[in-house]
């Protein structure tokens, strides 16, 4: 059903600060019960379950209208460009119950990995300690990393023609019309 597949900064390129004292490995798990293992090291990320090289992971509120309405042009980009991209939804500052987060999804066109996790919330906080965003930092936030290493942040809602843009030299076929 969903258009992702598991095995069974600041706009910038430069290291992440390594001084970050949080944890390293979450373990994250979507409405069907498949987990992904996230590691985060040195700024590095690494999704030992999937293949892809590139990784948009998108952290939303569930709560958020303007979350909401990037759902399905994400799902759209997964679908597009399954082979090369995997889309990763962490559920923040809330918890659904299954049954909720698979409504929810269905009503947004979202077919992609979603996390409702209890990791959701200390991976979301290496994550804005990371690009210095502090505890109030906007939903949604979008990190795109490439073979680990994050290629650039947004902050807010951001339109999907620019994520585009900015995946062009990481995906041979972003340019086919989706």
Not at 102 to 111: A, F, G, P
Not at 114 to 143: E, K
């Amino acid at each position: 059903m969903f258009g992702y597949s598991l095995k069974s900064s600041r706009n910038s390129q430069a290291p992440v600060s390594e001084s970050i004292k949080h944890r390293e490995v979450f373990t994250l798990t979507d409405i069907d019960g498949r987990t992904a293992t996230l590691i985060l090291r040195k700024g590095h990320l690494h999704l030992q379950q999937v293949t892809q090289s590139t990784i948009l992971l998108y952290l939303f509120s569930t709560r958020a209208e303007l979350c909401r309405a990037m759902l399905p042009d994400l799902s759209i980009l997964q679908h597009a460009h399954r082979q090369e991209i995997f889309v990763l939804g962490i559920v923040v500052p809330e918890t659904l119950d299954t049954a909720s987060l698979r409504k929810y999804m269905r009503q947004n066109h979202t077919t992609f990995f979603v996390s409702n996790s209890p990791d959701n919330a200390p991976l979301a906080s290496t994550l804005t300690n990371m690009l210095q965003l502090g505890a109030d930092y906007p939903l949604p936030t979008t990190l795109l990393f490439h073979k680990g290493r994050l290629i650039r942040d947004y902050e807010g809602v951001t339109p999907i023609e620019m994520i585009r843009n900015d995946l062009a030299p990481y995906l041979g076929s972003i340019h086919k019309r989706i």
